[in-house]
């Protein structure tokens, strides 16, 4: 049977990670997959992350499994970090949390409890979005649209059309938006935007699902989780996949969260119980070794703070390299605006050229991004950013 199987390409980004690691250059730039990098080019484990995992090897009992819904003390504290600890959804008990095995698998929980309540929703997502998404509610069975996001050309929302495209869109379907830091583009919403996007939500009774999976690289983590917080003080019914890949570094550990926002304490534990089978279906239960690092550290006044602190030296670099890498292309006689990118928020931006300066870049530069020119911003270094600026000079 196998024999009539036809390849399928490799992923538009974890493909670059491999192609990137097998470049023998050595002043090869990986702009690629969103991976923190320090100006080393290295991805390091954080010094709260190391101490949590050592206070849990002194003290972890036991193995067993751990059940469906993950660790309570996590899915807990990770619903207070992104709603707020006063928020009023948590404080009425209508929000349950299941961890789940990073923010791939909390969107995966997610498509598969939404086509379980209408199998024929349709999932509208940014344009663009991040490429896996489409692939992950389809695969889920569910339609898959998309509504006006980015302007390419003038760099930045089309707000208005968004919102037409929202006020078309009925209640039977999910709205994918996202929290912060908006992959691919880094073009967010601004809180007033926010707000009119949460009345539009209201008013045409769609379900919203917010991806947040980059809480803490924007502006900070409550300033981050704005719109979650509003969208749940306004609606019924929403729900959030958060990732803790990036804001705690624990990429290879796989731990996000799946949350679900109901009217009420009973409808929302009728959601848990769908969450609940939904899970059992797909990966039985969730991995518990990054969720127990991270309720470690939530739960820890000195070691909460510490994280706060390494998040904020990963978000001040991230900016940082945003402006030095438009400097650096004004230095360099680059006469193209890129200023936006210094605008842009979060892990990545366009840079805006064509998919064959990409592979140009690719190949006569060992300088790795996706096809459609967007860049991890976190790959740049003060030690590459002169060259990156030169090949990006020479391909324009
Ligand atoms: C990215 O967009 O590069 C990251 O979210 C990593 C991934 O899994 O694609």
Redesign the pocket.
């Known amino acids: 049977m196998f024999e009539n199987l036809s390849p399928m390409p490799a992923?538009p980004?974890?493909g670059l990670m491999t192609q990137y690691r097998q470049d023998p250059h050595s002043h090869k730039v990986d702009l690629?997959?969103?991976?923190y990098k320090d100006e080393a080019g290295n991805t390091p484990i954080l010094a709260c992350v190391k101490r949590a995992e050592q206070l849990r090897i002194d003290t972890e009992q036991t193995k067993v499994y751990i059940g469906p819904t993950g660790s309570p003390e996590f899915n807990q504290l990770i619903g207070e970090l992104a709603f707020g600890k006063d928020h009023k959804a948590l404080q009425e008990s209508r929000i349950r949390t299941v961890s789940t095995p990073?923010?791939?698998g909390s969107l995966r929980v997610a498509a598969d409890f939404i086509k379980r309540l209408n199998p024929n929703a349709t999932v509208w997502v940014s344009d663009p979005t991040?490429?896996?998404h489409i692939g992950l509610f389809e695969a889920a069975g569910l339609r898959v649209k998309t509504y006006p996001y980015y302007d390419h050309a003038n760099k930045t929302l089309k707000f208005d059309e968004m919102l037409q495209a929202l006020a078309q869109i009925g209640k039977d379907d999910v709205v994918l938006l996202h929290a912060c830091c908006h992959?691919?583009s880094g073009m967010d919403l601004t809180n007033a935007q926010w707000n009119k996007v949460v009345d539009l939500t209201v008013q045409q009774g769609f379900t919203p699902l917010i991806d947040m999976?980059y809480q803490g690289f924007g502006d900070g983590v409550d300033e981050d989780a704005y719109g979650v917080r509003q969208m749940a003080t306004h609606v019924d019914d929403m729900i959030l996949c958060s990732?803790c890949?990036?804001n705690f570094g624990l990429?290879r550990e796989r731990i996000g969260a799946c949350s679900i926002v109901a009217a009420s304490s009973q409808a929302a534990e009728v959601t848990l119980s769908v969450l609940l089978y939904v899970v059992r279906c797909l990966y039985s239960m969730p991995p518990a070794h990054g969720a127990a690092i991270v309720e470690t550290i939530l739960g820890n006044t000195e070691l909460k703070q510490q994280w706060l602190d390494e998040l904020k030296v990963m978000r001040d670099r991230i900016n940082g390299n945003r402006a030095m890498l438009v400097n650096t292309l004004l230095e360099k006689g680059v006469s193209r605006d890129f200023s936006f990118i210094a605008q842009q928020k979060g892990?990545?931006s366009f840079l805006g050229i064509t998919p064959e300066q990409v592979a140009q870049l690719q190949r006569d530069h060992s300088i790795y991004m996706?096809d459609s020119s967007?860049i991890?911003i976190a790959g740049i270094a003060e030690g590459n950013v002169d060259y990156l600026a030169e090949s990006i000079a020479k391909v324009l």
């Open positions: 992923d980004i974890l690629g997959v969103g991976v990073g923010g791939t991040w490429a896996n992959n691919p999976a990732s890949s990036k990429y892990m990545f996706v967007r991890s």
